[in-house]
């Protein structure tokens, strides 16, 4: 796999990426590929939703209560019946299936930035 463009430091600056707990997940039934359905709590930025295709690693039980990253500022997008609010960042197994997520590995505050 090669490696993306360069980009510069101000590019980063326009992610704004946030610390969140996961405190309901559902079955996404309308979705193409298997996802689950997200509420994430991100402290004083309030409860945003987001569609994550990690059900290949992580059963629903597992992911509540699960801190979180994720970048906060994209524009909401449809999809089928359900709008994301957010995009929870995980990196992809060898198949390009599988998605790990990323989180803090010791407990910190909903909504605090990466920096």
Known sequence: ???KPEISWADFE???IR???IISVNDFEKARNPSYQLEIDFGDLGIRKSAAQITSLYSKED????QILAVVNFPKKQIA???SECLVLGVYGENHKDV???SPSLP???GLQVG
Request: charged content about 20%; hydrophobic content about 45%.
């Open 108 to 110: 910190v505050k909903n």
């Open 19 to 21: 610390s969140g707990t």
């Open 81 to 83: 019946n359900f709008f």
């Open 100 to 102: 790990t997520l990323l």
């Open 63 to 66: 992911l509540v209560g699960k």
């Open 14 to 16: 326009k992610l704004d």
């Open 1 to 3: 796999m090669s490696i």
